[in-house]
């Protein structure tokens, strides 16, 4: 259950000067502002432009959104008698959070997809005030069932479930909510205003039914755990699956991973509502005890793992039993004012679709897009061992695309003299990786790097969004001693993306956990998609989405580079740009 980023910073604000109870994203109808938005959001002037742009240049091809209004959490999605089904918060009345209800819509790829009629809708005393983010979990007998929050008559956080109306339709179209709903309630000790977004259920060897749902103690998040024998009647564990000192824990997801050895792993996700990112950690999983414990080696709080270092939260997997692996999905929030929302007619965006697994080192989760968004590449443009010279301000044009504002880049970079790499400043140990980036951006003068695209690019370079590395010399003994003798820094940096001075532009990084010594090169992918900036680093070892609204560069008129700020050359040993086309969205009448 997420908010916008932009107006959770109003809402820090005011809540220091409002003595308000906590509550759900209901607590947003206490701005006048977006009151006033709300009561004209069936009067979207798509037809103004926005930043300068009509609507159409800034929105996407190919990632998902529907063809109007505001979307945020992915929910309950999976894979059922041949058909990819995703749900998602969604506002049928305007471009503004409010009205939310699951949406819902199918795919046979994940690229195409089909719009349905809303699946979940306030219809009862139990979900009232709200129908918010939850999971899909399908039955032993193949009966997929919906676990959500509703809001109750008595403003509580309580869980429910629906079901399909008819098995048989592979569309799923309808749902019906059972009469004994809830069938999870906050009892005396739970926190009935922070007690949502519930997991997908899993079934253990002694056949009870688990799941997990976010709530909070005070500061403290928590994954309480949940068991049931019938899906129906569901009691408290003895303890919670996990619990950290990071403010409340939103959408957690728990699943199993497979690991290098041939064992598995679990990994516990968690959206820290205070932060608006979200962390991870995979670790043992005890069915017995139902005790859950991180790798010893893993950061477990704030500073831990992410799936994205960008603008990605409210996350959801689901298993693709079809193609035998586990696919991410991730909300996408807007950059720009609730005002410019409602006049474009639509907010918020789906990532990619992605494949996650461990990695073969068994030190962090691989991502990458999955291969079916490859279908909509187009004209190709190849480029080979190309040089871009050191000493700063170097670059070229990657030229013979329709339109790189909608485009697939990968390249590989290839670092000519790893002996000129800066020191990793000791002021920045301990420090996140954004930190480094927002000193080292990606117009100062480095030893290797920054180097890598400009992307949404003007004719004059005026505007411009930086997807980059860096890379610096370890200073630390026990890091040499490990083999690694270098930080790599990968940034996303629009912060001259656009004449929009209203603009939120800050930049995102994260550090790639690659050994460049051994090879001297990085891989970097990037995908274009006008309003969107989607980055995997170190063949998918670090990602970082952004969202970017240029003045100039837009449709036709945008431009690719290669740049290299650094004093080592660099050499483009392989880079492939591909246009995209954009995905069908059509509607089921």
């Given at each position: 259950m997420a908010i916008g980023r932009l107006q959770v910073f109003f809402l820090f604000g005011l809540l220091a000067l409002l003595p308000v109870a906590e509550a759900s994203h209901r607590i947003f109808r206490i701005f006048p502002d977006l009151q006033s938005l709300e009561a004209v959001q069936g009067e979207n002037v798509v037809d103004e432009p926005v930043h300068g742009k009509h609507v159409d240049e800034l929105r996407t091809g190919f990632h998902f959104q529907p063809p109007e209004h505001w979307i945020n959490d992915p929910n309950g999605v999976m894979?059922?008698?041949g058909v990819y089904h995703l749900f998602y918060?969604?506002?049928p009345k305007g471009a503004v959070w409010g009205n939310i209800v699951w949406a819902h819509a199918v795919s046979k790829d994940l690229v195409n997809w089909v719009m349905l009629d809303p699946a979940i809708y306030p219809t009862a005393p139990f979900d009232e005030n709200g129908c918010w983010s939850g999971s899909a979990t399908v039955l032993p007998d193949g009966t997929p069932v919906i676990m959500y929050t509703g809001i109750d008559v008595d403003g509580r956080q309580v869980?429910?479930?629906?079901y399909p109306k008819d098995i048989s339709d592979p569309y799923l179209r309808e749902w019906v909510k059972p009469g004994y709903n809830p069938v999870i309630a906050p009892d005396a000790g739970v926190n009935a205003t922070a007690f949502r977004d519930p997991t997908t259920a899993w079934r253990g060897p002694d056949g009870v039914w688990r799941l997990v749902v976010g709530t909070k103690d005070n500061h403290r998040g928590i994954a309480a755990l949940y068991r049931s024998r019938d899906f129906k009647r569901w009691a408290p564990a003895r303890r919670a699956l996990h619990s950290g000192d990071t403010g409340m824990w939103e959408c957690p997801d728990f699943y199993p991973v497979t690991s290098p050895g041939g064992g598995v792993k679990h990994v516990l996700k968690v959206s820290l509502d205070l932060k608006r990112y979200e962390y991870y950690t995979f670790g043992?999983?005890?069915?017995?005890?139902?005790a859950y414990v991180p790798?010893?080696?893993?950061a477990d709080g704030d500073d831990g793992l992410r799936y994205d270092y960008g603008n990605f939260y409210a996350s959801k997997t689901f298993l693709d039993t079809e193609k035998s692996r586990r696919v991410l999905w991730g909300w996408a929030n807007e950059s720009d004012s609730a005002a410019a929302d409602v006049r474009k007619g639509w907010a918020g965006v789906q990532a990619i679709p992605r494949k996650v697994w461990l990695a073969p080192d068994g030190k962090q989760l691989m991502q990458w897009p999955v291969a079916e968004i490859e279908s909509l590449r187009g004209n190709h443009v190849n480029v080979t061992d190309k040089l871009v010279r050191g000493g700063g301000g170097n670059y070229f044009e990657v030229t013979g695309l329709a339109t790189p504002a909608q485009a697939d880049v990968e390249a590989t970079f290839q670092v000519m003299d790893l002996d000129k790499a800066e020191p990793f400043d000791p002021a920045w140990r301990g420090a996140d990786a954004q930190t480094v980036c927002a000193a080292r951006g990606a117009d100062a003068k480095g030893g290797v790097?920054?180097?890598?695209?400009?992307?949404?690019?003007?004719?004059?370079l005026k505007e411009r969004t930086a997807v980059f590395f860096s890379v610096f010399k370890r200073d630390d003994a026990d890091d040499v001693a490990g083999g690694k003798k270098h930080v790599v820094l990968m940034c996303n940096d629009p912060s001259r993306s656009s004449y929009a001075e209203e603009l939120y532009k800050p930049t995102f990084a994260g550090f790639v956990d690659?050994?460049?010594?051994?090879?001297?090169?990085i891989s970097l992918r990037t995908l274009i998609d006008h309003s969107v900036?989607?980055?995997f680093g170190g063949h998918g070892k670090t990602a970082i989405l952004s969202r970017v609204y240029a003045t100039k560069a837009v449709g036709d008129k945008a431009r690719l580079f290669v740049f290299n700020n650094g004093e080592s050359d660099v050499k483009v040993t392989n880079l492939n740009a591909y246009d995209m086309g954009s995905a069908k969205i059509t509607t089921d009448r």
């Open positions: 894979y059922y008698k918060q969604y506002n869980q429910n479930v629906a043992e999983y005890d069915h017995t005890t139902d790798d010893a080696t893993l790097g920054p180097f890598g695209l400009w992307v949404l690019a003007s004719d004059e690659v050994d460049i010594a051994a090879t001297g090169k900036v989607e980055s």
